[in-house]
């Protein structure tokens, strides 16, 4: 079997990917995806083909997520770190958890298979999501969702970027001087929140707003989620402070999210919140 480069799966993924073993891919394309990707991610590649099964030929479309720890920089000694927001094995795991969102409203695209360093992950169709919806629907999933002990899942990611931060004298706004300056006051107001399963970048680029969440080839095997928020790049998956993914949000689409997030929040009212108490970040 020719590698996946060139448009071919491996047996196992194309079984997922089709709902049955036995299928054989006859035509496959590779199309490098281009663009911003996290810091534990080698290549993302869409591969696109045909598959034959059971006397019939299915297209098929999956992304292919290579992996890879990040090897320069100030975070490079950290990529083998289990807690540190840069360990370049933690989205593998966090598929294979069972933790993350399926829907209704929030969800993860489905993974079909890891193989060795390598996720197939379902390509998602859609837009841009608004923002005011993806917020409360990530209010709904944290006060929903208890925060795991799991041995990688990552900790206070901007405590541990400031950690490892040193302050470069530049021509910028004095303020930002000032807040440097009292960076360890401001984590330390952090640490008093409460603790939320935090996705890590919840960034526009990294939020779509589905039609729906199909199977990997154009004839769904499981019936679709209307008016689904899907959620890429799992990798920073970690307990941080509430509102760390809301100020994520915020600052890629300039716009003030909190009422909608708290909205979403508040849907679990009479039902027992999940968020954690505050405790010392690693």
Same mark, same amino acid.
């Given at each position: 079997?020719r590698?996946a480069?060139?448009?071919?799966l491996?047996?196992?993924?194309? #079984? ?20 911003? =990707?996290g @810091? @534990? ?5 869409r591969?696109?083909?045909?598959a034959?099964?059971? /006397?019939e030929?299915?297209?098929?479309r999956?992304?292919?997520?290579? +992996? ?6 100030r ?6 770190d ?10 593998p795991?966090?598929y294979? =958890?069972?933790?993350l969102p ?9 993974c079909? /298979?890891?193989?060795? $360093?390598?996720l197939y *992950?379902?390509?998602v169709?859609?837009?841009?999501e608004?923002p005011q919806v993806a917020a409360?629907?990530?209010g ?10 799991v041995p990688?899942? /990552?900790?206070?990611?901007l ?6 931060t040193?302050?470069?004298p530049?021509?910028? $706004?004095?303020?930002?001087e000032?807040?440097?300056?009292r960076r $360890?006051?401001?984590?330390a107001? +952090?640490a ?5 399963l935090s996705h890590g970048?919840f960034? #526009?680029?990294?939020?779509?707003? #589905?039609?729906?969440?199909?199977s990997?080839t154009?004839?769904p095997?499981a ?8 959620l890429?790049?799992w990798?920073?998956? =970690?307990?941080?402070?509430? /509102?760390a993914?809301?100020a994520a949000? #915020? *600052?890629s ?19 027992t =919140?999940s968020w954690g ?6």
């Amino acid at each position: 079997m020719r590698d996946a480069r060139s448009g071919v799966l491996p047996e196992e993924v194309l #079984a997922a990917i089709l709902g049955r073993p036995g299928g054989m891919v006859v035509e496959g394309r590779a199309e490098p995806i281009r663009g911003s =990707s996290g @810091a @534990a991610t080698c290549a993302l590649t869409r591969l696109t083909g045909l598959a034959r099964c059971a /006397g019939e030929e299915v297209p098929f479309r999956v992304v292919r997520k290579e +992996l890879r720890p990040v090897r320069t920089g100030r975070h490079a000694p950290f990529a083998g770190d289990p807690r540190h927001w840069a360990y370049w094995r933690r989205e593998p795991l966090a598929y294979a =958890s069972g933790l993350l969102p399926a829907g209704p409203g929030l969800a993860a695209p489905r993974c079909y /298979g890891v193989v060795g $360093d390598v996720l197939y *992950l379902e390509d998602v169709p859609g837009g841009p999501e608004n923002p005011q919806v993806a917020a409360a629907r990530l209010g709904e999933w944290q006060a929903a969702t208890p925060v795991p002990e799991v041995p990688w899942l /990552g900790g206070h990611q901007l405590a541990q970027r400031v950690r490892a931060t040193t302050w470069t004298p530049v021509a910028a $706004d004095p303020r930002i001087e000032r807040l440097w300056r009292r960076r $360890d006051e401001l984590l330390a107001l +952090l640490a008093r929140l409460p603790v939320v399963l935090s996705h890590g970048d919840f960034s #526009a680029g990294n939020i779509i707003a #589905a039609p729906g969440l199909t199977s990997g080839t154009d004839a769904p095997t499981a019936p679709t989620v209307p008016g689904t928020t899907v959620l890429l790049d799992w990798a920073t998956l =970690s307990a941080g402070p509430v /509102g760390a993914d809301l100020a994520a949000l #915020a *600052l890629s689409t300039f716009t003030d999210p909190l009422d909608a997030y708290l909205a979403g929040a508040e849907r679990l009212r009479g039902r027992t =919140s999940s968020w954690g108490t505050a405790r010392p970040w690693r």
